[in-house]
C-alpha cells in the first residue's frame, strides 16, 4: 500500500489542476486580444476550463483533507501519451485538411480509443459536434474555420 504523500500540493490531482489553470490563464492573454466576435469560443472555453480545474483543485484537497490516499499519476502512461499524440495529430490534420475533416476523423478516434465501441454512436456523436458546430459558427456566426492546405482557402 502507498503512504499518502506529505504535501497536499503535491497531490497528482491538485498539481494537474494548477498546471491547466496557469497555462488556461496564459492562453487568455491573446485570447482577450481578438475581435470580440472571434474571441468567445476561445475565452468561454478558457474560462471553462479555469472554473472546472478550479472545482478539481477544491475536490482533491478535500479529500487530502480527510486522509485520502492518491492515485498514481497515470495508470494507462502509453493512454496519455497516445491521447497527447492525438493532439499534436489534430492540430497538423486541422492545418492540412482543414478545421471540419480533421474533427470528423479525430471524434471518433479518440472516443474508440478511449473505450467507446459503438459504431453508430460514434456516428451520431461525430454528427452531432461537428454539426452543431457549424451551425453555431459557420452558420449562425459567419465565423469560418481554416479550411486546410489541400482546399486553400
Do not use: N
Amino acid at each position: 500500500m502507498s503512504s499518502p504523500r506529505a504535501s497536499r500540493l503535491t497531490r497528482p490531482e491538485t498539481l494537474t489542476a494548477v498546471g491547466i489553470i496557469v497555462i488556461a490563464g496564459f492562453f487568455m492573454f491573446p485570447a482577450v486580444e481578438l475581435k470580440p466576435i472571434s474571441a468567445l469560443l476561445p475565452v468561454a472555453m478558457l474560462v471553462a476550463l479555469i472554473i472546472l480545474a478550479a472545482a478539481l483543485l477544491v475536490a482533491d484537497q478535500r479529500k487530502a483533507l480527510a486522509g485520502e490516499a492518491t492515485e498514481p499519476m497515470t495508470k494507462s502512461p502509453m493512454r496519455v501519451a497516445g491521447a497527447f499524440l492525438l493532439i499534436v495529430f489534430y492540430a497538423i490534420a486541422t492545418d492540412v485538411i482543414g478545421f471540419y475533416p480533421a474533427t470528423a476523423i479525430t471524434i471518433p478516434l479518440v472516443a474508440y480509443i478511449f473505450g467507446y465501441k459503438s459504431p453508430v454512436g460514434l456516428v451520431v456523436a461525430t454528427v452531432v459536434v461537428v454539426g452543431t458546430i457549424y451551425l453555431i459558427f459557420d452558420f449562425g456566426m459567419a465565423q469560418q474555420f481554416p479550411t486546410g492546405l489541400l482546399w486553400g482557402r
